[in-house]
């Protein structure tokens, strides 16, 4: 079974700052996907950021990139130049890679993020 | 439009009534999802269409929860005799499925519906 942890109910930076969400996982598939949604208040799930469990680097879309540390399990989010718009939930989910009938991912609760003005 | 639309936005049931939440995927996408999201917590999986074949519908909590995808495109979620505790958001997501690697195979999440049973 597959299991994230996202230690960090709420947070609060000023903007213009950079913020790390963590996020931990525990998995005994061979191959898996990590990946990063952002939900605003209106509701709908944004997908922000991927990274393959095979991958050698860590990925990056923008502003927002991905310390991925295998041997500790942890795909931490890192949101550079943080701005008004940032706040919001963020989820971190996972989903096994190694076949096509397993598609479906499992969610942490979320961090709130709340940029400070 | 470009993104999956989920409809109604909110939905209040009297408790016993049924209800049926629709699903429209982005177009050509071949997976469709359904999760569920209690109030402060991250969404939990449901059931998972590839085309019109539900491969997987272990998520499902109940016999009263029942989803269909009859002609590969639009999904619809039906819940009979609702109970309070099926208050929550139900998200539907799309993806391309197995036109594209494992690996970049993203779902694309809809607004949700809220459902309220009272």
């Known amino acids: 079974a597959q299991k994230i942890t996202q230690t960090q109910p709420g947070m609060f930076v000023q903007e213009k700052e950079a913020v790390t969400l963590d996020c931990t996982y525990d998995t005994s598939d061979p191959s898996y996907g990590l990946f990063w949604y952002k939900q605003p208040s209106s509701g709908e799930m944004i997908f922000l950021i991927y990274?393959?469990?095979?991958?050698?680097q860590n990925a990056t879309e923008g502003r927002y990139s991905l310390n991925f540390q295998k041997a500790r399990k942890s795909a931490n989010l890192v949101i550079s130049a943080s701005q008004l718009g940032d706040s919001a939930m963020y989820f971190c989910a996972m989903r096994d890679a190694s076949w096509w009938g397993n598609e479906k991912l499992t969610f942490g609760t979320g961090t709130r993020l709340t940029i400070i003005p | 439009g470009a993104g999956v639309s989920q409809s109604p936005r909110y939905k209040v049931a009297k408790r016993g009534q049924d209800v049926a939440l629709r699903c429209d995927p982005i177009s050509g996408h071949v997976s469709l999802f359904w999760y569920q999201q209690a109030l402060g917590q991250g969404p939990e999986f449901l059931t998972y269409f590839q085309n019109e074949a539900q491969l997987d519908k272990s998520g499902l909590p109940s016999d009263r929860f029942f989803a269909e995808r009859p002609e590969g495109s639009v999904s619809t979620l039906k819940i009979q005799r609702t109970q309070q505790e099926d208050s929550a958001v139900y998200l539907c997501?799309?993806?391309?499925?197995?036109?594209?690697?494992?690996?970049?195979?993203?779902?694309?999440f809809g607004a949700g519906t809220r459902l309220s049973v009272l």
């Open positions: 997501a799309s993806s391309l499925g197995a036109r594209t690697t494992i690996a970049k195979n993203i779902q694309y």
């Open positions: 990274q393959g469990s095979y991958d050698q």
